[in-house]
């Protein structure tokens, strides 16, 4: 039997439908970043984005170089798009290492329930109860400045989020008769996790994660802001709005391009993401 047409509607089709014109507008937004960030080392070579030349230091927005240069003479749109390269993959990286440890642990706390499964909790909720970017800080004081202490920085923040969400649901549906049934002709738990528990709240996971990117997004920058990113020359999106502080009065280009690239992209994120808890939802749709 098929489904009504208004439940086969992709995506893109439910937001035209809807008129959803906002998360139309910010899926664009996402896709353009994301192309962007791929595209990246094809439309700016490194050198250009961080190679000093004080002689085009502070060149207004023009034809020559469209959202002008920085202090030091470094193309501000170069930048920019590669700050998006830097950020997303930041971004997607610890929230991929996140969803995998997180989802695993929730899933087996939330189908096992046992002293265990209760001590892993309670090591959850103290996490969760210092700030993030806190814990963030903590981890890229030992692990230094780089790249990849700031995407496991976020994942290791991260995580608690995943495993608090995802083991209710999983102890909800552990005891549901589809998956009694299968027990019942000796079917392995971990087959039962992967096959019949996780596949029926894939629905949460898309959605948190968009929700996390956003997130991830945020603290990455702010911890860069602060000087715990990645180390300059690297453009990334933080450090640069923290490095044009003092020009904001003199030249309020310099710090507008990454600060309007952070928030739109977050605001993107957000925007999507409550769009896909409607779209998924289908008590949010029109009977």
Not at 48 to 66: C, D, H, M, R, Y
Not at 137 to 161: D, H, K
Not at 255 to 261: D, E, Q, R, S, V
């Amino acid at each position: 039997m098929k489904l009504p047409k208004k439940y086969r509607l992709g995506f893109v089709s439910f937001l035209i439908s809807n008129k959803r014109w906002f998360a139309f507008a910010s899926l664009i937004v996402i896709l353009v970043m994301v192309a962007a960030a791929i595209a990246a080392p094809l439309l700016f070579d490194w050198g250009s984005v961080t190679k000093i030349n004080l002689s085009t230091s502070l060149v207004e927005p023009g034809a020559s170089s469209w959202l002008g240069t920085d202090q030091l003479g470094r193309d501000l749109l170069g930048r920019v798009v590669w700050g998006a390269r830097i950020t997303l993959t930041v971004a997607v990286s610890s929230v991929s290492i996140a969803m995998v440890i997180g989802i695993a642990l929730g899933a087996a706390c939330g189908y096992y329930n046992g002293a265990i499964a209760g001590v892993v909790m309670r090591v959850m909720d103290s996490m969760i109860a210092f700030p993030r970017t806190l814990v963030a800080i903590l981890v890229i004081t030992v692990a230094g400045n780089s790249i990849v202490s700031l995407t496991l920085a976020i994942a290791i923040s991260t995580i608690p989020i995943y495993v608090r969400f995802f083991a209710g649901p999983v102890m909800a549906l552990r005891n549901r008769e589809f998956v009694l049934a299968s027990k019942s002709i000796g079917v392995s738990d971990l087959r039962l996790l992967l096959i019949h528990i996780l596949p029926n709240i894939g629905s949460l996971v898309i959605i948190q994660a968009t929700v996390s990117l956003a997130e991830a997004i945020l603290i990455g920058s702010g911890l860069s802001f602060l000087g715990l990113g990645p180390p300059p020359p690297t453009p990334e999106w933080g450090s640069m709005i923290a490095e044009s502080r003092p020009l904001l009065t003199t030249h309020p280009y310099v710090l507008i391009a990454p600060g309007f690239a952070l928030v739109l992209t977050i605001l993107s994120f957000n925007i999507v993401g409550d769009a896909l808890r409607d779209y998924i939802d289908p008590k949010s749709r029109n009977a």
